[in-house]
């Protein structure tokens, strides 16, 4: 018997974004220029970029505007993040043509997240993406503690399964769902990627796992078995919602890579020259990131 698996998998790189936005010390723009761009060279085909937040509140991504002018590329799927109208209009002054909204299931976790109840944003986003889409925008909505939230504890499947529901309603071209601070456990990854594959077939699914208690490859595992052949990773694990305590970094990219392609699924990423573009900003980070033992096997795989 074998397990029922896709021949290949989609990574969306989100290193720049969601991998540094939780980083204290600023680095340097150019640095995450160049990690942008050897990340690009590694095969990493879709990316979110940078955010177009406050930067009162996430000071990481103060530099949104200079990513953006100097990052796009043709053949990458250049995702930026906006929160509210005011993130919309300086998307706008960019060529930026990927936009990601955000919204947390919990009301508790928005409020810490944007400032507003669940209900707020999504009443302000919903226009915003019938416009997005009326310029030929590829939108996006990452749905945050769509198992667990921080402060409310569990969420329920339903809960996540109406709001997921009602983004597809406004014409959403894809939902990454997020394990926001790593609870999940993967029968719940299985139970709710099934679920929304067999509800919203029509468009793109994503699963965005953060591998606080390191479950992050066996719920992708139990995701791939739903179906799911779309992942959110982070390059050397980097990641985490400043407002999510608790959450560490994202599932790792290399780890992925490793993982699916010893199981012979293709991501078309490789993996030294990712592990090149992790070297890139090591000396920036506060976290001790090992990957030694990938350049060892990397030629193995
Ligand atoms: P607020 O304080 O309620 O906003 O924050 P406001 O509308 O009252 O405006 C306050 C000030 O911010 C004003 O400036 C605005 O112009 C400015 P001032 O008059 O004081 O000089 N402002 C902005 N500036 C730049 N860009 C903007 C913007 N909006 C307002 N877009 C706000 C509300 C949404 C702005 C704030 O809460 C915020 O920026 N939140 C973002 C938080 C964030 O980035 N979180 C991480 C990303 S989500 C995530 O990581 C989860 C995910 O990975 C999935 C998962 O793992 O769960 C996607
Ligand atoms: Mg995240």
Redesign the pocket.
Known sequence: MMLSLPKKVTIIE?GPR?GL?NEKLLVPTDIKKQFISNLRSAGLQEMELT????????PQ?GDAAEIAADCLDEKTRNIV????R??ID?IYSTNCKAV?V?V?VSNSFNFK????STRDSLAELKPIIHELKQKNYFVRA?I??AFYCPYEGKISESDTLALCHEFVQTGVDEL?V?D?IGMASPNESFSLFSQLKSRFNEILITA?F?DTRKLALANILAALQAGIDRFDTSAGGLGG????PG?AGNAATEDVVFMLERMGIATGVDLNKLMTAIEVVIPYLSRKIETGYYRLHAQTV
């Open positions: 989100v969601d936005q955010s177009f937040v406050s930067p009162k509140w996430v991504m993040l906006a929160p509210n005011r993130g300086r990601a955000f947390g997240n944007i400032n507003k990452c945050s503690t990454s997020a926001t965005h953060h919602c400043p407002f999510a959450a």
